[in-house]
């Protein structure tokens, strides 16, 4: 899986030219899901333009709930009217910036899998939780808790995204081997969580500072599926190239 967030960029008229630009150069592409994770307000269209063509959309964030009275919020209901198909969960921008926590995390991969969207639930350390020697402990709880309660014969659709929120925007990547440990932990500990069949099946994606030059080395690795864009995912010619260099597996 290859997905682009484009956090809180383009309005309607960017999303459509992204989209009839970057189709075309994919269109030869069947190694990847792409999946395309605009704001909320650019949903509707994005569906429209990128309809009968294989990117899938995804919401950025929901609520757990069905309906109710929390002003601002998208419900799960409201997505799967539109089409969107995908929602990511737990964002370290949503965790830091918008007080998303490890419970809200459970609640959120709950009631998607319930509605039958595919959750993409972001975990990933803070640079002062990697330099004092906490990265394992960190991952972890980020997963055992956002898997807590969940029947593994419902977790299939299930993708994480391991994000190291200082490889996030700041044009620094984890080394192939950071990632590749990381992957590691995060896998054994859906192994725990759910079951090993789950750990070897579940689809980790990698985020934080992909760009076309360092997708294949990445992508490479046995235990990294995919990747989780952000400011390269933005560009169209860009994004095709991530997609094509993510063949490298
Ligand atoms: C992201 O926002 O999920 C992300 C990985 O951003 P960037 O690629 O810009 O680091």
């Known amino acids: 899986m290859i997905a682009a967030n484009w956090k809180m960029y383009k309005t309607p008229d960017e999303a459509v030219a992204f989209v009839r630009a970057f189709i075309p150069l994919v269109a030869h592409h069947s190694h990847a899901e792409i999946v395309l994770c605009p704001s ?3 949903l509707p269209t994005v569906v429209d333009a990128a309809r009968n063509t294989p990117a899938h959309i995804a919401a950025q964030t929901m609520h757990w709930l069905d309906q109710g009275a929390y002003t601002g919020e998208t419900s799960p209901l409201q ?3 539109l089409g969107v198909t995908h929602v990511l969960i ?3 921008e949503r965790r830091q910036y ?3 926590t490890d419970e809200s995390v459970n609640l959120k991969l709950k009631s ?3 509605h039958g969207l595919v959750p993409i639930v972001c975990v990933g350390e803070l640079l002062a939780e990697r330099e004092s020697g906490q990265t394992a402990a960190v991952l972890e709880r980020q997963t055992s808790v956002a898997l807590g309660g969940i029947d593994p014969a419902a ?6 995204a391991y994000e190291p929120v200082w490889a996030i925007g700041t044009g620094r990547t984890a080394t192939p081997e950071i990632a590749d440990e990381a992957h590691k932990i995060i896998r054994a500990q859906i192994a725990k969580s759910l079951s090993p069949a789950l750990a070897a099946s579940t689809r980790i994606l990698y985020g934080g500072s992909v760009k076309p030059d360092n997708t294949a080395s990445l992508c490479a690795l046995d ?3 995919g990747a989780l864009v952000g400011g390269a995912s933005l560009d169209p010619a860009s994004f095709a190239q991530i997609v ?3 063949a490298a597996k």
């Open 40 to 42: 909320p307000t650019l």
């Open 79 to 81: 997505l799967k009217a």
């Open 90 to 92: 737990g964002h370290s």
């Open 98 to 100: 918008f007080n998303e």
């Open 112 to 114: 998607a899998l319930a």
């Open 155 to 160: 977790a299939s659709p299930l993708v994480i």
């Open 223 to 225: 235990d990294i599926d």
């Open 244 to 246: 094509a260099n993510s």
